[in-house]
Protein backbone atom coordinates (compact mmCIF):
# COMPACT_ATOMS: atom_id res chain seq x y z
CA UNK A 1 0.00 0.00 0.00
CA UNK A 2 0.79 3.63 -0.36
CA UNK A 3 3.50 5.33 2.44
CA UNK A 4 3.13 8.58 2.82
CA UNK A 5 6.31 10.79 4.63
CA UNK A 6 6.32 14.44 5.40
CA UNK A 7 8.81 16.90 6.43
CA UNK A 8 9.30 19.00 8.60
CA UNK A 9 7.77 18.06 11.31
CA UNK A 10 7.67 21.62 12.59
CA UNK A 11 8.63 25.14 10.48
CA UNK A 12 9.06 28.34 12.00
CA UNK A 13 8.91 31.24 9.39
CA UNK A 14 8.73 35.09 9.75
CA UNK A 15 6.01 36.60 8.01
CA UNK A 16 6.51 37.51 4.24
CA UNK A 17 8.94 34.29 3.87
CA UNK A 18 8.15 31.39 2.23
CA UNK A 19 7.56 27.90 3.79
CA UNK A 20 8.35 25.11 1.74
CA UNK A 21 6.81 21.45 3.11
CA UNK A 22 8.19 18.32 0.83
CA UNK A 23 6.26 14.55 0.83
CA UNK A 24 7.71 11.69 -1.00
CA UNK A 25 4.96 8.65 -1.62
CA UNK A 26 5.77 4.85 -2.24
CA UNK A 27 3.72 3.70 -4.69
CA UNK A 28 4.39 4.48 -8.26
CA UNK A 29 0.57 3.85 -9.35
CA UNK A 30 -0.95 7.16 -7.23
CA UNK A 31 -1.74 9.51 -9.50
CA UNK A 32 -3.65 12.34 -6.94
CA UNK A 33 -2.23 14.57 -4.31
CA UNK A 34 -3.88 16.57 -2.15
CA UNK A 35 -2.35 19.45 0.52
CA UNK A 36 -5.06 20.27 3.21
CA UNK A 37 -4.57 22.53 6.31
CA UNK A 38 -5.99 21.85 9.45
CA UNK A 39 -6.68 24.72 11.82
CA UNK A 40 -6.93 24.64 15.82
CA UNK A 41 -10.51 22.58 16.48
CA UNK A 42 -11.22 21.72 12.75
CA UNK A 43 -11.43 19.35 10.52
CA UNK A 44 -8.88 19.18 7.49
CA UNK A 45 -9.69 21.37 4.69
CA UNK A 46 -8.08 20.95 1.18
CA UNK A 47 -5.55 23.88 -0.23
CA UNK A 48 -4.96 22.58 -3.69
CA UNK A 49 -3.99 19.32 -5.06
CA UNK A 50 -2.06 17.90 -8.18
CA UNK A 51 -2.69 15.19 -10.65
CA UNK A 52 0.06 13.00 -11.71
CA UNK A 53 -0.03 14.42 -15.37
CA UNK A 54 0.74 17.67 -14.11
CA UNK A 55 4.40 18.84 -12.92
CA UNK A 56 3.39 22.12 -10.96
CA UNK A 57 0.15 24.07 -9.86
CA UNK A 58 -0.29 27.62 -8.82
CA UNK A 59 -3.03 29.28 -6.75
CA UNK A 60 -2.53 32.79 -5.73
CA UNK A 61 0.90 32.50 -2.79
CA UNK A 62 0.85 28.35 -3.15
CA UNK A 63 1.93 26.04 -5.05
CA UNK A 64 2.69 22.56 -5.39
CA UNK A 65 5.18 20.39 -7.47
CA UNK A 66 5.02 16.87 -8.49
CA UNK A 67 8.63 14.81 -9.59
CA UNK A 68 6.99 11.24 -10.38
CA UNK A 69 10.46 10.02 -11.08
CA UNK A 70 11.46 10.85 -7.52
CA UNK A 71 7.85 9.82 -6.23
CA UNK A 72 8.25 13.61 -4.42
CA UNK A 73 5.76 16.46 -4.24
CA UNK A 74 6.23 19.83 -2.46
CA UNK A 75 4.01 22.65 -1.15
CA UNK A 76 5.27 26.15 -1.43
CA UNK A 77 3.97 29.42 -0.07
CA UNK A 78 5.09 32.22 -0.71
CA UNK A 79 4.35 35.80 1.39
CA UNK A 80 3.43 34.16 4.02
CA UNK A 81 0.99 35.51 6.80
CA UNK A 82 0.35 35.05 10.47
CA UNK A 83 -3.24 33.27 9.24
CA UNK A 84 -1.46 30.76 7.22
CA UNK A 85 -0.14 29.16 10.70
CA UNK A 86 -1.76 25.88 10.82
CA UNK A 87 -0.90 22.33 10.27
CA UNK A 88 -0.70 20.90 6.84
CA UNK A 89 -0.61 17.44 5.55
CA UNK A 90 0.17 16.06 2.12
CA UNK A 91 -1.32 12.46 1.16
CA UNK A 92 -1.30 10.26 -1.56
CA UNK A 93 -4.15 8.35 -2.77
CA UNK A 94 -4.10 4.39 -3.07
CA UNK A 95 -6.16 3.51 -5.99
CA UNK A 96 -9.66 2.48 -5.50
CA UNK A 97 -9.12 3.28 -1.44
CA UNK A 98 -8.60 6.49 -0.01
CA UNK A 99 -6.07 9.23 0.89
CA UNK A 100 -3.47 8.30 2.74
CA UNK A 101 -1.78 10.99 4.73
CA UNK A 102 1.83 12.11 5.90
CA UNK A 103 2.34 13.18 9.63
CA UNK A 104 1.44 16.44 8.85
CA UNK A 105 3.70 20.30 9.40
CA UNK A 106 2.82 22.85 12.01
CA UNK A 107 3.81 25.67 10.48
CA UNK A 108 4.11 29.00 12.55
CA UNK A 109 4.50 32.36 11.05
CA UNK A 110 5.20 34.92 13.65
CA UNK A 111 4.79 38.87 13.08
CA UNK B 1 -17.33 21.14 4.25
CA UNK B 2 -20.34 19.08 1.90
CA UNK B 3 -22.44 18.82 4.22
CA UNK B 4 -20.64 16.52 6.94
CA UNK B 5 -21.76 16.39 10.75
CA UNK B 6 -20.49 14.35 13.21
CA UNK B 7 -22.05 13.29 16.34
CA UNK B 8 -21.40 13.57 19.34
CA UNK B 9 -18.83 15.93 18.82
CA UNK B 10 -17.15 15.06 22.46
CA UNK B 11 -17.25 12.26 24.53
CA UNK B 12 -15.94 10.93 27.99
CA UNK B 13 -16.56 6.62 28.35
CA UNK B 14 -14.53 4.69 30.56
CA UNK B 15 -12.57 1.04 29.56
CA UNK B 16 -14.83 -1.34 28.39
CA UNK B 17 -18.04 0.11 27.34
CA UNK B 18 -18.85 0.04 23.51
CA UNK B 19 -19.30 3.34 21.90
CA UNK B 20 -20.77 4.65 18.66
CA UNK B 21 -19.86 7.72 16.59
CA UNK B 22 -22.03 8.89 13.89
CA UNK B 23 -21.06 10.53 10.63
CA UNK B 24 -23.47 12.10 8.59
CA UNK B 25 -23.43 13.35 4.80
CA UNK B 26 -25.92 15.56 2.99
CA UNK B 27 -24.57 15.44 -0.54
CA UNK B 28 -25.41 12.25 -1.76
CA UNK B 29 -21.55 10.89 -1.78
CA UNK B 30 -20.77 7.23 -2.30
CA UNK B 31 -17.61 7.10 -0.50
CA UNK B 32 -16.98 7.57 3.13
CA UNK B 33 -14.06 6.98 5.50
CA UNK B 34 -13.05 7.23 9.28
CA UNK B 35 -9.98 8.60 10.03
CA UNK B 36 -8.28 8.94 13.57
CA UNK B 37 -5.92 11.58 14.46
CA UNK B 38 -3.18 11.53 17.11
CA UNK B 39 -0.06 13.88 17.72
CA UNK B 40 2.85 12.57 16.36
CA UNK B 41 1.18 9.67 13.64
CA UNK B 42 -1.27 12.22 11.69
CA UNK B 43 -4.46 11.20 9.64
CA UNK B 44 -4.87 7.38 10.11
CA UNK B 45 -7.58 5.36 7.91
CA UNK B 46 -9.34 2.97 9.91
CA UNK B 47 -12.34 1.70 7.98
CA UNK B 48 -14.34 3.07 4.71
CA UNK B 49 -17.26 2.27 2.34
CA UNK B 50 -17.44 2.76 -0.89
CA UNK B 51 -21.28 1.82 -1.11
CA UNK B 52 -24.56 0.94 1.14
CA UNK B 53 -23.19 -2.29 3.02
CA UNK B 54 -20.02 -2.01 1.16
CA UNK B 55 -16.87 -1.31 4.10
CA UNK B 56 -13.27 -2.01 3.51
CA UNK B 57 -10.49 -2.04 6.50
CA UNK B 58 -7.97 0.98 6.82
CA UNK B 59 -4.12 0.45 8.26
CA UNK B 60 -5.62 0.53 11.95
CA UNK B 61 -8.83 -1.08 12.10
CA UNK B 62 -8.44 -3.46 14.76
CA UNK B 63 -10.59 -2.95 17.79
CA UNK B 64 -13.25 -0.93 15.72
CA UNK B 65 -16.13 -1.84 13.31
CA UNK B 66 -18.56 -0.03 10.89
CA UNK B 67 -21.31 -0.32 9.29
CA UNK B 68 -23.70 1.63 6.67
CA UNK B 69 -26.85 1.13 5.81
CA UNK B 70 -28.19 4.37 4.15
CA UNK B 71 -26.23 6.45 1.98
CA UNK B 72 -26.06 9.09 4.34
CA UNK B 73 -25.08 7.64 7.65
CA UNK B 74 -21.79 5.74 8.65
CA UNK B 75 -21.30 4.12 11.67
CA UNK B 76 -18.08 3.75 13.37
CA UNK B 77 -18.09 1.30 16.49
CA UNK B 78 -15.85 0.50 19.72
CA UNK B 79 -17.24 -2.63 20.96
CA UNK B 80 -15.28 -2.42 24.00
CA UNK B 81 -13.31 1.00 24.56
CA UNK B 82 -9.48 1.19 25.46
CA UNK B 83 -7.47 4.17 26.88
CA UNK B 84 -5.14 3.47 23.33
CA UNK B 85 -8.52 4.39 21.14
CA UNK B 86 -9.10 7.87 23.19
CA UNK B 87 -8.22 10.31 20.03
CA UNK B 88 -9.87 12.94 17.64
CA UNK B 89 -11.93 10.52 15.09
CA UNK B 90 -12.77 12.35 11.65
CA UNK B 91 -15.15 11.44 8.86
CA UNK B 92 -14.61 12.32 5.49
CA UNK B 93 -16.44 11.76 2.19
CA UNK B 94 -15.84 11.41 -1.32
CA UNK B 95 -17.75 11.78 -4.73
CA UNK B 96 -17.61 8.70 -6.98
CA UNK B 97 -15.18 8.76 -10.00
CA UNK B 98 -12.50 11.03 -10.79
CA UNK B 99 -13.00 13.68 -8.33
CA UNK B 100 -10.37 12.49 -5.58
CA UNK B 101 -11.33 15.23 -2.83
CA UNK B 102 -12.25 13.94 0.02
CA UNK B 103 -14.47 16.57 2.58
CA UNK B 104 -13.83 16.10 6.25
CA UNK B 105 -16.15 16.61 9.44
CA UNK B 106 -15.07 18.49 12.11
CA UNK B 107 -14.73 15.53 14.19
CA UNK B 108 -15.28 13.93 17.72
CA UNK B 109 -12.94 13.73 20.72
CA UNK B 110 -13.16 10.92 22.18
CA UNK B 111 -11.41 9.94 25.68
CA UNK B 112 -11.55 6.50 27.00
CA UNK B 113 -10.50 6.46 30.50
Known amino acids: GENVEQHPSTLSVQEGDSAVIKCTYS??????FPWYKQELGKGPQLIID?????GEKKDQRIAVTLNKTAKHFSLHITETQPEDSAVYFCAGYQAGTALIFGKGTTLSVSS | DAGITQSPRHKVTETGTPVTLRCHQT?????MYWYRQDPGHGLRLIHYSYGVKDTDKGEVSDGYSVSRSKTEDFLLTLESATSSQTSVYFC????????????FGPGTRLTVL
Open chain 2, 27 to 31: ENHRY
Open chain 1, 27 to 32: DSASNY
Open chain 1, 50 to 54: IRSNV
Open chain 2, 92 to 103: ATRLAGENNEQF
